[in-house]
């Protein structure tokens, strides 16, 4: 506590200057694009495909002639292949004789001698302006290449649209974790934004990427020429490879990682022996606030920034500076640049075709596809990228059934692609069955350790189900495997549905989340849980009412559920079907099964599912004893995972026999008299009821167990709801044969004729071939890179 308050009153002084500062800086930047929208134009001109057989390698050196030692032989070897490429050696003012030692030793080797630092950026770009090539490869001077690492750079400019092409980096030390591997991303989060690298092997050929590292990257020199190279606002250095990834993106051109180019990078630079920690930690706030004052034009973004800055400031004036935390000092060592800033802002937004928020969306591998690449209006095998939240194999719940006998069907029809979710490692093992019909299929072993916040908007179920690895699987498999249609399946996995304008984005509602929890509020027992339960519904209904017009398919179990959605969602009408995924193949299930055991009542579900625990209960407690009045000697088997203990129940005749899990379930089905579904909360189709038909064991169930299955007492099972009427219909079926045997084989035949995964998954492919040809043929044959900027040009 002393030392926060020391602090704070060291840092009294800045907080007292710094909303002056801030509010001096909001209104010079709203006054610079207030001029630019009266007196400003874009700068269109045509993109040219740059000659890719030779190079220019620029490698700036300030100090580094042993490092020129090293790595020089490596930069002259790697070009020979390649003949007219060059070598500049920008020697920014060294005093260790490196230029002498370069010309003395290397005389091929062309040696820029500037008086004094430019520092990496204006190095560079005085590197640029000599090199006589088409396409300059920037390094930095502690980096070593590969023989071939240019031809692989070199192919990635496919077209006139392609700024730049990162190199592959590996560190010079394997023993240290890979910090920098070339395939960089970004995304806008607290007010900024924030940088990285991805390691992943699975990206094998030309991938997107946010920017190219400065030191380890080829650009098309005349697209870089006219961005005006690297920006001397954010000397002395830092950032400017990003600043420069972010315009070309901006600009409506492309930045790519060519995982086959590799380098090694020593890490023995010049800046981290130069200088201070805290004097680079203080330039590298500075240089991201002078990043968002140059480049962000969306106001929401950029008044994010400023409220970021200002808390940031306060908190670090508190508790310390923290590594990606706006401090004071750097808001203030921005806005001494601010005059600057406003010319750059200018610059900018006088070569910016696209929109911020398009330029982060445009990055990831998955609007990349949708955006840049060709596709088939009429696909003869769609590619599915299939994502589940659970296990699948063996399939257990209700929802596996579904999503199992799905894949297998789906298959038949199309090129499958599947990401699985697991609990454990173990499950690893019985899902590789997919592999037999899927074409790929990529494991992540569920972990989320952190409880959401009582307070947070995001339901319990959609956090438990959130982790980048899962977003970044789904954009990555999405271009690598070309995907035509994303299958998300169940509400939780909603959240990583986008707006796509060629590719299909379905979600599958298993059931209907926030329906399904609004049913179960009059079974929560003691006041804390329907607290928490009313709160987990409203978070719910506002999530799912609005990612619901994300997606391009919404598929519901039933036409019950699809009525009560569109009640929400009238205009989402046409976008929701029911009927094209909840089913099972009829052809395992043996019919009629027999012989029966008499007398004999089966319940069937996992216990990890609340309205399974609620209808057990009910079921126990309310009916079971009205059946044992009449048939004394009647037996319950409960089957399910996870199962309550027995003295959860009233079992005074010791009339239940709990079995737990049961792997194979069809020999109960064959064998016992009736099937009770005493279900009186949750939402969809139960899974166990088709299995039940399918199998031809008359069936007992509540109105709502039966829900999109049944509409009529007796028709293919028989609907009580109050307990006496349940009990009346269970005695009825164990002691009428005739009546029960009948029931039965219209339940079948009802099965075979709607609810066959073979007749339903023909006409979910059908649904996609139609939306694939909807949303291309709007879309059009992929548009020229001009193009592609108009239509965001016009939205600005």
């Known amino acids: 506590m002393k ?10 002084p800045l907080l007292i200057v710094l909303p002056a500062a801030m509010f001096v800086s909001v209104l010079a930047l709203a006054l ?4 630019w929208m009266i007196f400003g134009r874009r700068r269109i001109d045509t993109d040219t495909l740059p000659d890719t057989r030779s190079a220019s390698l620029v490698i700036p050196n300030w100090n580094g002639r042993d490092l020129l030692e090293r790595f020089l032989p490596s930069w002259v070897a790697a070009i020979a292949g390649h003949p007219g490429s060059e070598i500049i050696i920008v020697d920014n003012g060294s005093s260790d004789g490196s230029a002498e030692w370069v010309r003395a030793n290397y005389p091929q080797v062309q040696v820029l001698a500037l008086p004094e630092n430019l520092g990496f950026g204006g190095g560079s770009n005085a590197g640029f302006r000599e090199a006589r090539n088409d396409i300059v490869v920037l390094l930095n001077s502690d980096m070593r290449v590969e023989p071939d690492f240019l031809a692989p750079l070199l192919a990635g400019f496919t077209d006139e649209s392609v700024f730049a092409v990162s190199c592959q980096i590996f560190l010079g030390d394997q023993t240290k974790r890979r910090e920098e591997t070339g395939l960089t991303e970004g995304w806008w989060q607290d007010g900024a934004l924030r940088v990285g690298h991805r390691e992943d092997s699975a990206v094998n050929r030309l991938f997107p990427c946010l920017y190219g590292g400065g030191g380890s990257c080829a650009f098309d020199r005349r697209k870089l020429l006219s961005l005006g190279g690297f920006d001397e606002l954010l000397a002395p250095f830092y950032l400017e490879d990003t600043d420069l990834g972010f315009m070309a993106w901006k600009r409506g051109w492309k930045v790519l990682y060519q995982p086959a180019s590799i380098v090694h990078h020593e890490h023995r630079g010049t800046i981290g022996r130069s200088f201070s920690t805290d004097y680079i930690e203080g330039v590298l706030q500075k240089n991201f606030i002078l990043f968002t004052w140059k480049n962000i034009h969306e106001w929401d973004k950029l008044a994010g920034s400023f409220f970021f800055a200002l808390a940031g400031s306060v ?33 900018a937004r006088s070569m910016a075709m696209i929109s911020d928020t398009e330029v982060l969306l445009r990055s990831r591998p998955a609007i990349f596809r949708d955006r840049f690449s060709a596709m088939d209006k009429a696909p003869a095998r769609p590619r599915v990228l299939f994502v589940s939240p659970y296990p699948i194999c063996p399939p257990t ?10 894949l297998r069907e789906l298959a038949q029809h199309c090129e499958v692609h599947a990401i699985v979710m697991l609990d454990y490692e173990s499950q690893r093992a019985a899902n590789e069955e997919l592999r037999a019909f899927c074409r790929s299929v990529e494991f992540v072993v569920h972990r989320n ?12 179920a959609v956090h438990e189900f959130y982790t980048p690895e899962i977003e970044w699987l789904i954009q990555r498999q999405i271009l690598l495997h070309e995907i035509d249609v994303l299958q998300l399946e169940y509400t939780a996995l909603g959240q990583y549905a986008r707006r796509f304008r060629r590719v299909v984005c379905a979600l599958f509602e298993h059931d209907v989340y926030f329906q399904s929890i609004g049913r179960s509020l009059p079974f929560m027992r003691g006041p804390i849980q329907r607290v928490k339960a009313r709160f987990e519904y409203i978070r719910a209904i506002r999530f799912e009412l609005s990612l619901l017009p994300l997606c391009d398919e919404v598929q519901v179990c039933t036409l019950e559920n699809k009525n009560y959605l569109e009640g929400f969602l009238p205009n989402l009408a046409p976008r929701i079907d029911a009927g094209l995924r909840a089913g099972v193949d009829t052809s395992l299930y043996a019919y009629p099964g027999g012989p029966r055991r008499p007398k004999t009542m089966l319940f069937l579900g996992s216990f990890r599912h609340i309205p399974n625990q609620v209808a057990l209960e009910w079921f126990t407690r309310e009916v079971l004893p009205l059946v044992l ?3 004394p000697d009647a037996r319950l088997l409960v089957a399910g995972s996870d199962p309550p203990p027995r003295h959860a129940f009233r079992d005074p005749n010791n009339a239940i026999d709990l079995l737990g899990f049961v792997e194979d379930i069809q020999p109960l089905l064959a064998a016992c008299a009736v099937f009770i579904c005493p279900i009186r909360s949750g939402s969809g189709v139960r899974v166990k009821l088709l299995e039940a038909f399918a199998s031809g064991i008359p069936v007992v169930s509540t109105t709502l167990g039966a829900e999109g299955l049944a509409r009529r007492d007796r028709e293919f099972c028989a ?5 006496r009427a349940f009990a009346d219909s269970v005695i009825r079926v164990l002691e009428d044969s005739e009546f029960a045997s009948e029931m039965a084989c219209r339940a079948r035949r009802e099965v075979e004729t709607n609810w066959d995964m073979g007749v339903i998954t023909a006409r979910l492919v059908e649904r996609y071939r139609g939306l694939i040809s909807e949303k291309r043929s709007f879309a059009g044959t992929p548009p020229t890179p001009a193009q592609q900027r108009l239509p965001d040009l016009q939205s600005q």
């Open 719 to 723: 609907l009580a709801d109050d307990p």
């Open 629 to 631: 009045e009449t048939i």
């Open 32 to 35: 610079t694009d207030f001029w």
């Open 315 to 347: 908190v670090s004036a508190w508790s310390g500076e923290s590594r990606g935390r706006v401090g004071a000092r750097g808001v203030l060592r921005a806005t001494r640049q601010l005059r600057e800033a406003m010319r750059s802002r200018w610059r």
């Open 397 to 406: 719940h209700g929802g596996g059934v579904f999503m199992y006998y799905t």
């Open 3 to 12: 030392a926060s308050v020391i602090r704070l009153l060291r840092a009294a």
């Open 449 to 460: 350790d952190r409880n959401p916040h009582l307070a947070s908007i995001t339901p319990h």
